[in-house]
């Protein structure tokens, strides 16, 4: 699953992160890992960093490949993995999205997410994020 997830993330994500990077992240207790399928096939995934002691999670990624982006798959998968970690014990949750991709905005404020902060240059040069947080 690990190769599969990488070679989407390549394939499809702006800032792809290494193999080992992933395998890194997701061998963590601390990170909560969601997958989306078509049949056999992986078309998403979704991956939250958490802290129950401060109960906050981080949105890292989310993904969806571009087959399905037009679908109403993306909130109900989004809306399963902040579930699953309020039933852990988290209730504020964050992310960062670039300022451009109005489409992962629009999926995030339609669950409440809100626009906290614009971090300059945080994709690279004049490519700018919102941070956005939710709090249960």
């Given at each position: 699953?690990?190769?599969?997830?990488f070679?989407?993330?390549?394939?499809?994500?702006?800032?792809?992160?290494t193999?080992?990077?992933?395998?890194?992240?997701?061998?963590?207790?601390?990170?909560?890992l969601?997958?989306?399928?078509?049949?056999?096939?992986?078309?998403?995934?979704?991956?939250?960093?958490?802290s129950?002691?401060?109960?906050?999670?981080?949105?890292?990624?989310?993904?969806?490949?571009?087959?399905?982006?037009?679908?109403?798959?993306?909130?109900?998968?989004?809306?399963?993995?902040?579930?699953?970690?309020?039933?852990?014990?988290?209730?504020?949750?964050?992310?960062?999205?670039?300022?451009?991709?109005?489409?992962?905005?629009?999926?995030y404020?339609?669950?409440?997410?809100?626009?906290?902060?614009?971090?300059?240059?945080?994709?690279?040069?004049?490519?700018?994020?919102?941070?956005?947080?939710?709090?249960?």
């Amino acid at each position: 699953m690990v190769s599969r997830i990488f070679e989407l993330d390549n394939l499809y994500f702006p800032t792809p992160w290494t193999k080992g990077a992933w395998i890194d992240h997701i061998s963590k207790s601390n990170y909560l890992l969601g997958t989306l399928n078509s049949g056999d096939d992986l078309i998403g995934y979704l991956l939250f960093e958490f802290s129950i002691i401060d109960s906050f999670s981080h949105l890292l990624k989310i993904l969806i490949i571009p087959e399905f982006r037009q679908s109403t798959l993306a909130k109900p998968f989004l809306e399963k993995g902040i579930s699953l970690l309020q039933e852990r014990g988290c209730g504020s949750f964050f992310l960062e999205v670039e300022a451009d991709n109005t489409a992962a905005q629009r999926l995030y404020t339609s669950i409440g997410f809100k626009v906290i902060h614009i971090k300059k240059d945080f994709y690279g040069s004049k490519r700018n994020a919102l941070i956005m947080t939710f709090i249960q």
